[in-house]
């Protein structure tokens, strides 16, 4: 199983991205769908998440600015980012819950870097 992001890169204060990770492999079935991020210095932190029904939770400091949805079809989730602040700037990471004939794991992809400008 292998996990692609993409999507990150370098935008002004008060703009947008949208990050994408794609789950490839043998995958059986994938549960909930979640993003962390990783600011230079600060450890690792929840951003969001989304279930396998399409519940979702986001912690407050992303609240009202972004949106994680996922395409069943493309076993892919989606980071909508909008109103970018400086203090979002850090690298996002997926973490996924995949089922697969050895049986259910959470699994990293790479990470990719958001860095927001003032």
């Known amino acids: 199983v292998q996990l692609q992001a993409s999507g990150g890169g370098l935008v002004q204060v008060g703009g947008s991205l949208r990050l994408s990770c794609a789950a490839s492999g043998s995958i059986l079935r994938i549960g909930t769908m979640t993003w962390y991020r990783q600011a230079p210095g600060m450890e690792r932190e929840l951003v969001a998440g989304i279930t396998s029904s399409g519940t979702t939770n986001y912690e407050d400091f992303v609240k009202g600015r972004f949106t994680i949805s996922r395409d069943n079809a493309k076993n892919t989730v989606y980071l909508q980012m909008n109103s970018l602040k400086p203090e979002d700037t850090a690298v996002y990471y997926c973490?996924?819950?995949?089922?697969?004939?050895?049986?259910?794991?959470?699994?990293w992809g790479q990470g990719t870097l958001v860095t927001v400008s003032s």
């Open positions: 973490n996924v819950l995949i089922m697969t004939q050895r049986g259910p794991d959470t699994y």
